[in-house]
């Protein structure tokens, strides 16, 4: 399975400015997808990230407040705009070689002050 | 497009004991279903998945069944020990959006000593 780099690991934010995460892979991935963790709670998926396209966005996440690129098969960036406290929270980017093997990044905890 | 729940929210067993940890998904045509263990602070970790067109899979303690008619799968963790400790998620594929994964709501897991 991919193994993926990503960074910051955490970060304290003020409200109103933006956070760019980072997720490197160590190969060529087919899929990379951005996920949302709310303390004690489930992942919920933000938007899969696509190669040299604009990024498929879930229902209740907006490009203008969460933009994604993905300019390789490697690499992927996804900014949290404009935040206020209620952004805060864990993102972990994803990524698999497909079908099967879906692996996590390290995650970024992003608090919002 | 595809939702799974799962169940139970909380499970506190002996150390020795078995657990079970049961999913159900929507869309019959899921065909890939992963499980992952994330402890405190870190990364969710694959511990073992299933494809449509197997009914069981094993490695060591750890066991996955799928019934298709059904649309449920299930965790099973044998003699049971503290680290297992954990929180644990399933998911589904989601074939038909962008082959996704859809996570359950996670169970917390504790093994007592």
């Known amino acids: 399975s991919a193994v993926i780099s990503q960074k910051p690991s955490r970060d304290i934010c003020q409200r109103g400015t933006s956070l760019t995460i980072q997720c490197q892979v160590d190969?060529?991935?087919?899929?990379m997808f951005w996920y949302r963790q709310q303390p004690g709670q489930s992942l919920t998926l933000i938007a899969t990230?696509?190669?040299?396209?604009?990024?498929?966005?879930e229902s209740g996440f907006v490009i203008d407040k969460f933009p994604i690129s993905r300019p390789n098969l490697t690499f992927s960036t996804l900014t949290v705009s404009n935040m206020s406290p209620e952004d805060s929270s864990i993102y972990l980017c994803s990524a698999t070689t497909g079908p099967v093997g879906y692996t996590f990044g390290s995650g970024t905890r992003l608090t919002v002050v | 497009g595809e939702n799974v729940e799962q169940h139970p929210s909380t499970l506190s067993v002996q150390e020795g004991d078995s657990a079970v940890i049961k999913c159900t998904y929507s869309d019959s045509a899921s065909n890939y279903f992963p499980w992952y263990k994330q402890e405190l602070g870190k990364r969710p970790q694959l511990i073992i998945d299933?494809?449509?067109?197997?009914g069981e899979k094993k490695d060591q303690r750890i066991a996955v069944t799928l019934n298709k008619t059904a649309k449920h799968f299930s965790l099973h963790i044998t003699e049971t020990q503290p680290e297992d400790s954990a929180v644990y998620f399933c998911?589904?594929?989601?074939?038909?959006?962008?082959?996704?994964?859809?996570f359950g709501a996670g169970t917390i897991l504790r093994v007592k000593s």
């Open positions: 299933i494809r449509s067109n197997v």
């Open positions: 998911a589904a594929r989601d074939m038909e959006y962008g082959n996704k994964l859809v």
């Open positions: 990230a696509n190669q040299g396209s604009e990024a498929t966005y």
């Open positions: 190969s060529q991935v087919t899929m």
